[in-house]
């Protein structure tokens, strides 16, 4: 995933969950998520961490893939917001939003390894 106008790679694995069991289980019961992995939920309009063991960020997008909310550091037990312009979600590892710089507004592009790659050269 990167930024669609700097073409700053955001994370290198987002692993897809757009079916319904996928997006129920989520990360669930998972040990950990690696610094450069995250979870993209579609559609998605709100998550939690019932059952987690750590803290994630959360960046909600709209249709346009505009990130149109952003939670940080939410911690196992909770419920995350609720954007109603929201269309899917991205959980990513706690402080990837700081590290990255990611804001309102911005958009963001889902490409291939091999495309991003592209991109950045």
């Known amino acids: 995933m990167i930024d669609a106008a ?12 757009y079916r319904f069991w996928p997006r129920f289980k989520g990360l669930m019961l998972t040990e950990g998520m690696p610094d450069h992995t995250a979870l993209h939920l579609a559609p998605c309009r709100s998550v939690h961490t019932f059952f987690m063991k750590y803290s994630i960020d959360i960046i909600y997008l709209n249709k346009q893939n505009e990130i149109v909310g952003i939670e940080e550091n ?3 037990g909770k419920l995350g ?3 109603s312009d929201a269309h899917s979600v991205v959980e990513l590892p706690a402080g990837k939003v700081k590290d990255t710089a990611i804001t309102l507004g911005q958009e963001v592009a889902f490409v291939e390894e091999t495309e991003a790659i592209k ?3």
């Open 81 to 83: 917001k609720r954007f």
């Open 74 to 76: 939410l911690s196992p």
């Open 6 to 17: 700097s073409k700053q790679v955001i994370t290198e694995d987002v692993k897809k969950a």
């Open 119 to 121: 991109q950045i050269i």
